[in-house]
């Protein structure tokens, strides 16, 4: 067992927890955060993306020892009170969504996506979003919701 | 608000009802309920063999691990071990003989899914491994079929082929589909009293696992209760094979008395589940220098895999959509239904259709290729006959149903225009010709689809709307939301009736509890049906406030109008709460059931014939695209799309339905390849090794756009029509593109096999006397 101690949404929080829970085990059943979904469990599709410090990254392609002393962003902890994320609100407005499954991660890396290039092209945020898989939408509207959203974020 | 009419009415673009949960993460899935501490998680061991027989069985290191609670085996079922949707032929845990790699062969109940994994290696099960089918190949070989091969036939196919002008005759292969749901098969069940069970499930059919639990429970349907919140994803893969999850977790649960869970990883969702069909159709076509099309015969074969599952009613589908969209006149198609030890297959968004399609539209393409015409001449010269056609030269579909709705001939020239089609071929053509490396293609597809179950029962529904005194609204209808939408439209609807804002409506779970006996979400109808009963329901409530009011202000029940969230009766003005609180204190019941069955409907199995759809939902699609000669590599450049949705209930929806159902028949027919290995074990069970389409796969310019004429000639909906399915099959303009494109590289016909991945263009190419290096060319 290892005593976990991290940053989450604001929060500190820790948690004795076995060596080799991974940090979406963490969050979703030892810390109750359901919003970060696992679609496939072998860090390909990301539904299951947060940030760490500020990066987004794939939370069942680490350990949640490996987050100790971290500041982990997830899902959840983006809005400000009741107001969307500019991200979320983007994805709400430009029907970025269908099943919702893959929406947490893939809000996620577009806010990412954004924070390291606030003006991305159309063929970059393609590029930037194949790690997160989505199989409702065809992909065109999260592109819409992307373009929206970096705008509001103020790119 | 008055004048400015509601919020979120029909016809509207209103954002899915659960858009603002699924971006703050607040959706509730299966695996994020809350649950007891004291739940237990079930996982799945399989059989490692494709057909083999169970010579012994010793799990009792599994059960004295640490963590393990219980170990449940076929013996462990009070009831019936049987899973299957219709022919019982579905152990939930095989019994003496395993026939598939993946079975499910027992079943781990433990603490934590942890202890569960590291037991799973501790089973000692003895296997005496015995032949197995694993091909559609071996299956036609050696006759192994699950039941008697059944033919659909019209006019006098084989005179008619032999009296033709011209012939030809070919093979196209298809390649099956994981449904890739990005929530894998999950279930929750929680034991009650009496012997009472509660599953929530991520299901398109709730009824059918409270049946199926009931009847391995060996208890009533009525000590069973499943709800269903919402799926991340199903697209038909939850149709059925939602049950085995869920009857291992009421098992466990009737077992320990604890809550149970069971929720499939990737792998394991991979192995345990049945795929689209993949197929295999040879056809005889006779025609003439025109390119019209007097006669085709069809040998469609099918992998089923070890049981039936629903392949009976997806061979049906496949023979009723082996026309597509042309009337012709002769035709014969005969479907074997392949019994293979692999997964069993099953429903999957055209459940059959697209694959049928398939067929036909390669039969077109090579006539065109023939004649040296441009396939879409040859198309438009077969189409069935517009609507506004005589009677008496209307078509008949080779299942005996008149095609009365035909709008191809409205939509294919308004697209062709609009995505400027012939100049682009002419453009590509002279591109092609120049020889290099890179080969651009095109095609126009259109697709006529049929929309009701086949199975003509299913065509049902039912809804339950409450009124509550303040006005708000309770709604509950036997569909299941998978993302589609459907939950958003029928609020939409219900809303347009009581003439009040979407928000006041209340989306519930899908809750056996609640709608009794519903059929699978599924066959593009749910909000045909769905939409249909809670009109139904909301309209017997209005028809009770209107006589009540009516009594109280002194005029006509007929005169009492609902309008902007007003209600108004005589010389009285109220708004609808004020309306629900008077019929409240008069004592009116404000709450009812509402129910529709799809009429005209009707079809005889055994003569493959009769009128199986109520209407048909048209488009069309042209796609371009680039492949590299040398490397097969290959990419859709633009696609442009013109769809009927009859009068869209929510054109943000359909749009999001279109986009989406393309881009995956896209990944179908191109990057999309399963693959089993000589043991029959499935190699491609991961998102490693399959690859459905990625955010840079969606063509680059995309141009979708609802047919705006559109209007459902049947008393549907609003005058909607289904949109589910129909548009997966608009990308078969992707396969026939690339077709297209290696046509330039010599003059055979291509003879492209789907799906068309890099390594089938590049032989192709090869083969057709191109470029480069053939994969395994000795």
Not at chain 2, 64 to 91: E, F, K, M, Q, W
Request: with cysteine; hydrophobic share 40%; aromatic share 6%.
């Amino acid at each position: 067992m290892t005593m976990v101690n991290l940053t989450l949404n604001g929060k500190q929080v820790s948690a004795d927890v076995p060596d080799n829970t991974l940090l979406v085990t963490f969050i979703r059943e030892t810390m109750g955060l359901t919003g970060t979904h696992v679609g496939c469990d072998t860090s390909q599709c990301g539904a299951c993306v947060v940030h760490v410090d500020g990066e987004s990254l794939k939370s069942c392609t680490m350990l949640a020892a490996g987050a100790e002393g971290a500041s982990v962003t997830t899902i959840e902890g983006i809005a400000d009170g009741d107001s969307l994320h500019p991200m979320q609100q983007a994805f709400h407005e430009n029907h970025g969504l269908q099943c919702g499954f893959c929406t947490p991660g893939m809000v996620m890396s577009a806010i990412e996506l954004v924070q390291d290039n606030p003006n991305p092209s159309e063929t970059e945020i393609r590029e930037g979003l194949e790690g997160n898989i989505c199989r409702c939408t065809g992909y065109h509207n999260i592109v819409k919701s992307v373009q929206a959203g970096a705008k509001m974020m103020g790119g | 608000m008055a004048g400015k009419g509601i919020a979120g009415d029909i016809r509207t673009a209103r954002e899915h009802d659960s858009a603002h949960k699924h971006v703050s993460g607040t959706a509730v899935y299966v695996d994020d309920i809350r649950v007891p501490d004291d739940t237990l998680v079930v996982l799945i061991g399989q059989s490692p063999h494709a057909h083999a027989r169970i010579t012994g069985i010793d799990l009792s290191a599994v059960a004295a691990a640490d963590g393990v609670v219980a170990v449940l085996t076929h013996a462990d079922i009070p009831g019936r071990n049987d899973c299957s949707p219709v022919y019982g032929d579905d152990p939930i845990l095989a019994e003496d003989v395993v026939s598939y790699a993946g079975q499910a062969v027992f079943a781990i109940v433990a603490e934590t899914m942890r202890a569960a994994r590291d037991a799973l290696p501790l089973a000692k099960i003895d296997y005496d491994p015995l032949a197995a089918v694993l091909t559609i190949e071996d299956a036609m070989r050696a006759g192994s079929w699950l039941g008697p091969s059944v033919t659909m036939e019209s006019g006098s196919p084989d005179s008619a082929l032999a009296g033709a002008p011209l012939h030809l005759s070919g093979r196209i292969e298809i390649g099956g589909q994981e449904h890739f749901y990005l929530e894998g098969q999950a279930a929750l069940a929680i034991p009650g009293e009496d012997g009472d069970m509660t599953l929530h499930c991520s299901t398109q059919h709730p009824s059918e696992i409270q049946h199926k639990a009931a009847d391995c429970l060996g208890v009533p349907n009525h000590a069973v209760t499943v709800e269903t919140r919402r799926m991340g994803g199903a697209f038909g893969g939850k149709e059925s094979q939602g049950s085995l999850p869920a009857l291992l977790a009421a098992l466990a649960a009737r077992r320990t008395g604890r809550p149970a869970k069971t929720v499939y990883d990737r792998d394991d969702d991979f192995m345990l589940t049945g795929k689209r069909h993949d197929f295999r159709i040879d056809y005889d076509v006779g025609f003439d220098s025109e390119g019209r099309i007097q006669a085709v015969l069809f040998e469609q074969a099918l992998r089923c895999g070890m049981s039936w599952d629903l392949s009976e009613a997806i061979a049906a589908r496949a023979m009723c959509h082996a026309d597509n969209a042309y009337h012709i006149p002769h035709m014969r198609v005969v479907s074997h239904r392949c019994r293979t030890h692999t997964q069993s297959n099953t429903a999957f968004r055209g459940f059959g259709g697209p694959q049928g399609m398939v067929g036909i539209e390669r039969v077109i393409d090579q006539v065109a290729h023939h004649l040296g015409l441009d396939p879409l001449v040859v198309r438009q010269r077969n189409f069935y006959p517009h609507k506004f056609s005589a009677g008496t030269v209307k078509g008949r579909t080779p299942y005996g149903q008149v095609v009365e709705d035909c709008i191809l001939q409205d939509i294919v020239p308004r697209l062709a225009a609009d995505a400027d089609y012939e100049a682009r071929r002419a453009e590509i053509e002279a591109f092609n010709r120049t020889g290099g490396m890179i080969r651009r293609g095109i095609a126009l597809t259109p697709v006529k689809f049929g929309i009701s179950f086949n199975t003509t029962f299913l065509n049902q529904a039912g809804a339950l709307v409450h009124v509550y005194s303040d006005g708000s609204v309770h709604l509950n209808h036997g569909g299941t939301e998978m993302g589609q939408g459907l939950n958003t439209k029928v609020a939409q609807i219900v809303a347009h009736e009581f003439q009040i804002d979407f928000d006041v409506v209340k989306i519930t779970a899908t809750n056996t509890g609640k709608v009794p006996n519903t059929s699978a979400t599924a066959a593009s109808s749910g909000t045909d049906l769905n939409g249909m009963a809670a009109q139904a329901a909301a309209r017997t409530i209005k028809s009770r406030m209107r006589e009540f009011l009516a009594e109280q202000h002194q005029c006509m029940p007929d005169s009492v109008t609902f309008a902007n969230g007003r209600v108004r009766a005589g010389g009285a003005q109220m708004s609808f709460a004020e309306a629900v609180k008077a019929c409240y204190l008069g004592r009116i019941s404000l709450s009812a059931t509402g129910f529709y069955a799809t009429p005209k409907i009707h079809w005889d199995k055994a003569r493959s014939c009769g009128r199986p759809f109520y209407y048909y939902a048209y488009g069309a699609a042209v796609t371009e695209v680039a492949t590299d000669l040398l490397t097969g590599e290959n990419r859709i450049l633009r696609t442009d799309i013109l769809h009927d949705v009859g009068r869209s209930l929510n054109p943000a929806i359909d749009i999001g339905q279109i986009e989406g159902g393309f881009v995956q028949g896209a990944g179908w027919l191109t990057t999309e390849e399963l693959v089993w290995d000589e043991a029959g074990r499935l190699r491609t069970h991961a998102p490693s090794t399959y690859k459905i389409p990625a955010c840079a796969d969606r063509p680059p310019v995309f141009n979708v756009a609802l047919f705006d004429d559109g209007e459902n000639t049947e008393d549907t909906i609003h005058k909607s029509k289904a949109v589910g399915e129909p548009p997966l099959m608009l990308a078969i303009s992707v396969l026939m593109a690339l077709s297209h494109a290696l046509e330039s590289v010599g003059d055979d016909y291509p003879m492209l096999d789907a799906p068309a991945t890099p390594e089938r263009l590049c032989l192709a190419a090869r083969r057709l006397g191109g470029p480069g290096i053939a994969l395994g060319d000795k």
